[in-house]
């Protein structure tokens, strides 16, 4: 159990209306309506042309942009346990603002596109570096036994700030059409600093402790730093509830990988071959589809964690995942087929790692939660990759995923629902 720190909260009965809680998920919150506003501009680098999509090319692109954060980010993170996470959050937005600007101007003056993947590549970087920052921080901010409902509200309000900037970025865009493509592109993306400047004034609202580190120590130098990655690996080792958790999350999360890649290469390349305006919109009912269940998960596992316990729920969704990627293997795959599938998987994936995160967080100490988050994140995005990988191997001469990775995820998914991944067995949210 984790000793109260330096900074900490005291325990409220509304958790959520905690100052403390609030300034840190206000920080959030701006960060992901930049995010929003910034890929709003960005839509026009996206691939979805009147050509078939290319499996390998989803795998690649997949690989471009999570693989280099992925490894880094562990060597990373021994940052996030030796300095400042308040500090980690200023520096970082402000970092953010710069790289970001530096993509406006390229996407504004007509650049060539690897100049702005470069720098689009940098910018998710420091973005995935920030967010483990805020899931190392938020255990300083709510009390131990509300971690789960705080996992669960984050990133739902989240992703709601991040849709609410696409649109705020999708008008921007309509409105500043006639200055030419490129340069209304420009001045969206450069809208987006803005709400990465004004995030990292709201971190300033927070005090420099506050968010940990408990103990602070001299940040290492590069030797020390791949020491920092052993000791949290070792930790890890020490800590099962966490480390099962933490597998059991990744595995969920390849399998529902494999699911969505299926999807949108079986909509695109089977069910609506030869129309990619249908293909498009099929894959957008089956996201929504998706999104509707990470928010139904947000709101079930909650409740069912105060009744029956993490690991219980843990162990239903896992149960619930298994079932879906059995289902993606052998029923046929039609469109309404893949969205009902897609809100099962959207509220097996979510409902595993809403309950995964509270676990880490409240059995790994505070001193080595940046590191192991930082983990968690590599295995999250080697999850993606490696699905995306796996549905490209085994896609036939189509394009059309065979169902071989689909019942093969199944079955691995259905075996880790016995790794130790809840500790006590008694009720706790």
């Keep these: 159990m984790r000793r109260p720190s330096a900074g900490e909260p005291v325990t409220t009965s509304v958790w959520w209306r905690a100052p403390a809680f609030v300034r840190l998920l206000l920080v959030r919150l701006l960060g992901q309506v930049g995010d929003g506003v910034t890929q709003a501009a960005l839509a026009s680098y996206a691939l979805f042309s009147d050509r078939q999509a290319d499996p390998v090319e989803l795998a690649a692109a997949a690989a471009v942009v999570l693989l280099p954060y992925s490894v880094l980010g562990p060597f990373v993170g021994v940052l996030l346990d030796r300095w400042s996470r308040r500090q980690v959050l200023l520096v970082g937005n402000l970092v953010r603002s710069a790289v970001v600007l530096v993509v406006a101007v ?11 993947y470069a720098a689009v590549l940098v910018a998710l970087g420091v973005n995935r570096f920030l967010l483990s920052g805020l899931s190392a921080a938020l255990p ?9 409902p705080a996992n669960a509200l984050t990133p739902t309000l989240g992703t709601a700030a991040f849709v609410a900037g696409l649109g705020l970025g999708g008008l921007l865009r309509a409105a500043l059409d006639d200055r030419g493509e490129a340069v209304a592109n420009g001045l969206v993306v450069a809208a987006g600093v803005a709400a990465y400047l004004l995030a990292a004034g709201a971190a300033l609202l ?4 506050a968010l940990g580190p408990d103990h602070r120590v001299v940040p290492p130098s590069p030797r020390h730093v791949a020491a920092g990655l052993v000791a949290a ?6 800590r099962p509830v966490a480390a099962g958790a933490l597998v059991t999350a990744s595995v969920v999360r390849w399998g529902f990988g494999l699911l969505a890649v299926s999807a949108v290469l079986t909509l695109r390349n089977s069910t609506f071959r030869g129309d990619a305006d249908q293909a498009l919109a099929a894959v957008a009912r089956f996201t929504g589809a998706t999104a509707v269940g990470f928010l139904a998960a947000a709101v079930l596992a909650p409740w069912l964690a105060r009744r029956l316990g993490r690991a219980a729920v843990v162990r239903l969704a896992v149960v619930l995942a298994a079932g879906v990627l059995l289902a993606a293997g052998l029923a046929p ?5 893949w969205a009902v599938l897609g809100l099962a998987g959207g509220v097996a994936a979510q409902g595993v790692k ?3 995160d509270a676990l880490v967080q409240e059995h790994v100490d505070d001193d080595f939660r940046g590191r192991v988050f930082s983990l968690y994140d590599l295995a999250f995005n080697v999850a993606v990759v490696t699905a995306a990988v796996s549905v490209a191997a085994a896609a036939d001469d189509r394009g059309v995923p065979t169902t071989g990775p689909l019942l093969a995820a199944a079955l691995l998914v259905a075996l880790v629902a016995g790794l130790r991944v809840g500790g006590p067995r008694r009720p706790r949210g």
């Design 354 to 356: 809403v309950c995964a």
């Design 333 to 337: 795959s039609t469109e309404l087929g």
């Design 233 to 238: 690996l070792r930790h890890l080792r020490q």
């Design 106 to 116: 390229l996407v504004g003056s007509d650049a060539p596109e690897v100049g702005v």
């Design 206 to 209: 927070t005090a420099r402790r």
């Design 140 to 148: 300083h901010t709510v009390p131990v036994e509300d971690l789960t």
